[in-house]
C-alpha cells in the first residue's frame, strides 16, 4: 500500500468504490488541496500502466471513471 494525493475530481471519481468504512469518513487533505488515499501496489501498478503522455495518477482516474458512464 502506498499513500498518494489525488485531486477532489479524481477522489469524487472513485468515492462510491471505495469500501463502505473508508466512505465513512473524509481522506485527509494536503496543503494544495488533493486528498490522501491508500491505494495497493498492484491498483497503482495499473494506472501507471494505463497513464498516457502527461497524466498523473487523478488524470487517468478521472479518465477512465468517465468511460466507465
Same mark, same amino acid.
Given at each position: 500500500?502506498? +499513500? ?13 468504490? !471505495? ?6 469518513? $473524509?481522506?485527509?487533505?494536503?496543503? +494544495? ?13 495499473? !494506472? ?6 502527461? $497524466? ?14
Amino acid at each position: 500500500m502506498r +499513500r498518494i494525493a489525488i485531486t477532489p475530481a479524481a477522489y469524487n471519481a472513485i468515492k462510491g468504490s !471505495l469500501p463502505k468504512s473508508a466512505q465513512l469518513k $473524509e481522506p485527509q487533505l494536503n496543503d +494544495r488541496g488533493n486528498y490522501f488515499i491508500w491505494m495497493p501496489d498492484s491498483v497503482l501498478t495499473r !494506472l501507471t500502466v494505463m497513464r498516457t503522455h502527461g $497524466e498523473d495518477w487523478s488524470d487517468t482516474i478521472v479518465r477512465l471513471a468517465g468511460l466507465e458512464t
